[in-house]
């Protein structure tokens, strides 16, 4: 029987980070089927961090923030987030704003903001999100990319106009910081998600921008976010969350 990975894999290899991104953020994807799945079945998300992964993943750091001791973990269309000190501070009608004007603010904004741009998050979210916390020149083509994915993934999945399709089933693990500057930050974000034999990770790129008091992201090159992902095989290079959940 043809899985979820396999027909979304099908029918295109975009990659969406909502997490969260992202996510989301993520958020369909992926090349041969490898991380996350966009259908109504599946295996569950890992869960957040253990111990030993948070430790596996610090074994090479990056310069950046000092990640936060006590973290919360949120679910967000099934996948798993840090949250705490830094943001999200509002999360009201689904949304996530109020991000700390810091570099884990702008992490956590990029694994919040990402995973709402998703079909997963359904319209009433992943619109006003892209209207009002992604700029850049190729935001209107990552809106309609994401309207034509949804309505493609509604029809299959037999779900109501306006309601969320299926669940992302994936974990942000682990961060780094690129180059920083007080209102340009680069953000990358480890994701981990079943694969055919075990978990798999993709890395996720993304400038977050300080505009009008709150973190936004920089909507990726042509409005997809295949050119923003990457299937990772090693956790080298990212500082780990710490165990929680």
Known sequence: ??????????????????????????????????????????????????????????????????????????????????AGADGPRDTSAGRARGFAHTPMGAVFAAAHISVRLSPQAGPAVFEPTLREQVVGPEANRL??????????????????????????YSTVTGYRIGSALPDVIEVGLLIEGPGQSGPARVALSAQMRWVDGDWALQAPHGGDWNTAVVLVSTTAGYTGFPAGG
């Open 143 to 168: 809106l309609a990319a994401l309207e034509e994915e949804y309505q493609e993934l509604r029809a299959q999945f037999g779900v109501a106009a306006g309601e969320p399709v299926g669940q992302l």
């Open 1 to 82: 029987m043809t899985d979820d990975i396999t027909l979304a894999a099908r029918r295109r290899t975009r990659a969406l980070v909502a997490a969260v991104a992202a996510v989301v953020l993520i958020v369909v994807a992926v090349v041969g089927g490898l991380v996350a799945t966009v259908g109504r079945r599946g295996n569950p998300a890992p869960a957040p961090p253990s111990a030993s992964t948070a430790t596996a993943a610090q074994s090479a750091p990056q310069p950046g923030p000092t990640t936060p001791a006590a973290l919360e973990w949120v679910t967000v269309a099934g996948a798993h987030l840090p």
